[in-house]
């Protein structure tokens, strides 16, 4: 497909929530950059990191998988994870596969480049640096956590968090996306450790700031035990207003559907409900706020519904136009 004429979407996060939302999404005719945090230092991610002291894979993997359009076999074998085997026990093939490119390329970037060309992946696959960052959190009771997998087991309120070691760069490639994207999309995924690590790698926020292309926050659907337990959609806005300031975005999209009952007694075990839609509070700040029923359910989970909120993101384009 020719996507030089396209419009041009930059999406923006981590984990799950941005994988389904790109899976969607590249099923319309848009061309796509996804910026993808680098922050994670558990499981397969984090033992690669440390043993090749390399930029975590594990989200970047998720992302091509999502973006590529090759056999659902191959796909599957990207995202295999060995369950015994000394050494390899835990590690995703997908993991592997880009550590060994990187090796081969002798650099980040340039591995993930090549594996979107083996993949045949549709659009741009960037990790938010080219380094590994370490995520840190200050509490609301004055304690501080290192470590993004950590931060979510202190089950505390966090107050903000921060990227180490300093001198942190975004890559030119990245802040040039931005630059000339027509729709910059923040999320979906887990506010403090899928999407703030992204927009805290210096030049990100800024760029986003000063872009002239339309900018949305999609909010999650669910809340999150150890990161956003009990938030509201307004309490998600705020998080990002008080770590990065205003003018990051011009819409928000939030989830006004109930869930089944089956659905929210599960995660209330986990202690986890949906995210309730504040209307006054969130419309207050002064961003259009589209609700719509944007969530759909697999065996287990709620998902958001990528195609739909794909629909929104680009009528907002059309709206613009």
């Keep these: 497909m020719d996507d030089t004429n396209l419009p041009k979407a930059v999406v923006i996060g981590g984990g799950t929530g941005l994988s389904v939302l790109l899976r969607g999404l590249k099923t319309f005719p848009v061309d796509i950059t996804a910026i993808v945090t680098v ?6 991610s984090g033992r690669l990191r440390e043993e090749f002291d390399i930029p975590p894979p594990g ?12 056999e659902p076999l191959l796909e599957g074998l990207m995202q295999h994870r060995f369950k015994n085997g000394n050494g ?11 550590a060994a490119m990187t090796d ?17 992946v549709r659009g741009k696959v960037l990790p938010a640096s080219n380094q590994s960052v370490v995520l840190h ?33 975004a890559l030119p490639e990245s802040l040039q996306a931005i630059r000339e994207a027509d729709l910059i999309v923040l999320g979906p995924g887990s506010l403090y450790t899928s999407i703030l690590p992204n927009l805290l790698v210096p030049g990100v926020a800024h760029e986003i700031r000063q872009a ?9 659907v669910m809340t ?27 819409t928000i999209i939030v989830n006004e559907q109930i869930i089944p009952s089956f659905y929210a ?13 504040d209307e006054n509070r969130l419309k207050s700040f002064g961003f259009e706020v589209i609700s719509d029923k944007i969530i759909q359910y697999d065996e287990k989970y709620v998902r958001h519904d990528a195609k739909k909120i794909s629909s929104i993101l680009l009528s907002l384009l059309d709206d613009k136009k």
């Design 39 to 44: 922050a994670d230092d558990g499981g397969s």
């Design 59 to 70: 989200d970047v993997r998720n992302v091509i998988t999502a973006l590529s359009e090759v």
């Design 88 to 98: 390899l026990s835990g590690h995703s093939l997908g993991n592997l596969m880009l």
């Design 104 to 120: 081969i390329t002798g650099d980040f970037v340039q591995g993930v480049r090549e594996m979107c060309r083996v993949l045949n």
């Design 137 to 169: 959190a200050e509490m609301a009771d004055g304690t501080f956590v290192k470590g993004e997998s950590q931060i979510p087991k202190m089950n505390k309120t966090i107050k903000k968090v921060f990227l180490s070691p300093p001198g942190i760069k």
């Design 212 to 220: 002239k292309g339309r900018k949305v926050y999609v909010c999650n």
């Design 224 to 250: 999150q035990l150890g990161e956003t337990e009990n938030y509201t959609a307004s309490d998600h806005v705020q998080a990002l207003i008080d770590h990065i300031g205003y003018k990051l975005m011009d």
């Design 265 to 277: 007694k599960r995660y209330a075990q986990e202690r986890a409900e949906v995210v309730q839609y």
